[in-house]
């Protein structure tokens, strides 16, 4: 199935800027790369897990006439950037660079200037709506809630596949990336937060109840839940408070990259797949479109919650509530789009035909997640 990264990706090739291609284990990274190497004549691929490939980087004796190169798993290679570096500097004019694989790789654009200019980062993340938009499974939004937008547990034609496959990755997110990822001597502590992780989605983050369940310091609940987030497992939404109530609450609220992974009724695992969604598009915008753009939620100690914020250029575009089956207006979302005078929308599931209620538009939420920018 075609990913919408793909022309965006080709773009920039076309540019000659290095494209490296970060995002959760088993997103397609390797199978997008592929699927781009068919638009060239002479791709080479080379996965540094393979000890053969592993000769042929280090020697680098590739035919000459090789017009894009792709590296898989090339962050496992010592000084992996300094040789990245030197190929890109190095490299005859025709010749393109791919470069996929994990955290360590986005931790590439943040890691100082020895590649300022040489590349973009492109993040791939599962399915969306809108891009399923124009495939078989354009109205599926159940499916999508239900098994998660991962390729594999998506397509899959067995119903049974993706409770297997959702265990066997996430055995493998603990007992491979998280240990390839920092060394960390409390292993069955980590698995109990990611466990209780799954039952507190969207809600607001306290480290210190985390900590006291766990029976550690909070301290190391933030680092636990950093590599969660460094490894594409899991991704918080703060609040936002620029020019907003001073009582805003500071707790991050938390969601999973598989919405299968998330533990609770229908509702909870709809809100997840709507924040995907929304950081999907936010990140798109930054990346394509170079806009400044977040993804916030607002709450106040006294309880006043919408579970969404959009904000561009430091701008709040969009207030968003999200539910099931219910038409009538939350009532938070109300009192913030009066009192501070903000865009809203209330994103109905099971809803045919959207309708405006005062200045607040009440969607179904396919519409309004098939018009998201990716």
Known sequence: MRRLQKDYILRDLEN??????????????????????????????LNYDSLTDRRHIKSEDWLSETDLLIFDEIHKMKHWKNYLKGIFD??????????????RLDAFRRGG????????????????????????FADQLSRLINRGGFPEPFLADDDAFPARWRNQYKDGLIREDILDFEAIHQLRTMEILLE???????????????????EVSPNTVKKYVRILESLFIVFLVHPYATNIARSILKEPKLYFFDTGMVKGDTGIRFENMVALALLKHVTALADYRGESA????????????????????????????CKLTSTKLDRNLVYFADRYNLPAVQLVHSLRTGHQSGAIEILPALKYLNDLYL
Not at 196 to 214: C, F, I, M, N
Not at 301 to 317: I, M, P, Q, S, Y
Request: with cysteine.
């Open 90 to 103: 190095t490299k005859p004019e025709h010749q393109r660079i791919i470069v996929t694989g994990s955290a």
């Open 294 to 321: 977040g993804l916030h939620y607002l709450r106040t100690k006294d309880g006043r919650e919408v579970d969404f914020c959009l904000v561009r250029n430091n701008k709040v575009e969009q207030i968003i509530e």
């Open 113 to 136: 200037d020895s590649m300022a200019g040489r590349f973009f980062v492109h993040y791939l993340l599962p399915f969306s709506i809108r891009e399923l938009s124009n495939t078989p």
């Open 196 to 214: 209780t992780l799954r039952e507190r989605v969207g809600s607001p983050l306290s480290y210190k109840s985390l900590a006291e369940d766990l």
């Open 16 to 45: 000659n800027k290095m494209a490296i291609i970060v995002g959760p284990r088993q997103v397609g990274k390797t199978w997008l790369a592929r699927e781009i190497s068919k638009s060239f004549n002479h791709p080479v691929y």
